[in-house]
């Protein structure tokens, strides 16, 4: 059972584009909802998080925008770089156990 | 250095055979993690850890044992490997700052199942 569906499954955009992951949740006890990138090679790391009680946030050219109703998220990579290729898992965290259900990631390509 | 590591890097055995991946980390996090990474399916839980000695079952238990007998480790063992347990895979550590989680996880060991 796949709590957190995510796509697209890849995405390619040029540099300076808008590339827009999405992720949408069916477990409504999901209250923490966190992005992580992951380089080739290397392990995941945390990108930017949301809790539902707010419909965006923003870090630097990262943005995440919430939905509550529609149980939907999206990540929004503004002015895209070479450097932002990666791949992107969105995940889901219920009541503070720290344990996340991660989507099946987006591998991101930003060509020059 | 502080930080989160695992081994070995690259692994390769054979079916039936026991293997145990082995995780460390130096910042005493309470809550560690296992996943396995497999393409078009992410991230999958295996089992986590409260703390020492408490253990628990994620998504994908069958086929793995761990144990948890100090805070700084977390080995994960197949103990009769099959060819479907070939994947990534990664040991994780958390700690909460405020309201946030935040999973810190190793470089990953590359495990083939002949």
């Known amino acids: 059972q796949q709590q957190v569906k995510q796509s697209p499954q890849s995405l390619i955009v040029q540099k300076g584009g808008i590339p827009i992951i999405n992720c949408a949740y069916e477990?409504?006890?999901?209250?923490?909802f966190p992005w992580y990138q992951q380089f080739p090679g290397k392990g995941p790391a945390l990108l930017i998080a949301?809790?539902?009680?707010?419909s965006e946030k923003k870090e630097g050219r990262f943005t995440i925008s919430f939905n509550k109703s529609a149980k939907q998220f999206s990540l929004h990579i503004m002015d895209s770089q070479p450097g932002d290729s990666a791949t992107y898992f969105c995940?889901?965290?219920?009541?503070?156990?720290?344990?996340?259900?991660f989507g099946a990631g987006t591998r991101l390509a930003v060509h020059p | 250095d502080a930080g989160i590591t695992q081994s070995p890097r690259y692994k390769i055995t054979e079916t039936g055979r026991q293997v145990t991946l082995m995780c460390h980390q130096t910042?005493?996090?309470?809550?560690m993690f296992w996943y396995r990474q497999d393409l078009g399916h992410g991230l999958r839980l295996i089992y986590y850890?409260?703390?020492?000695?408490?253990?628990d079952k994620g998504e994908v238990p069958d086929g793995y044992v761990v144990s948890r007998s100090k805070t700084e480790n977390f080995p994960l063992t197949l103990e009769s490997a099959t060819r479907s347990q070939t994947s990534v895979y990664f040991c994780?550590?958390?700690?909460?700052?405020?309201?946030?989680?935040?999973?810190?996880f190793g470089p990953g060991t590359r495990l083939t199942v002949l």
């Open positions: 850890s409260a703390a020492a000695d408490i253990t």
């Open positions: 477990n409504t006890a999901f209250d923490y």
């Open positions: 910042w005493s996090h309470s809550y």
């Open positions: 995940a889901g965290e219920a009541g503070g156990y720290n344990k996340l259900i």
């Open positions: 949301i809790r539902p009680d707010v």
């Open positions: 994780a550590s958390s700690v909460r700052s405020g309201s946030f989680n935040e999973q810190f």
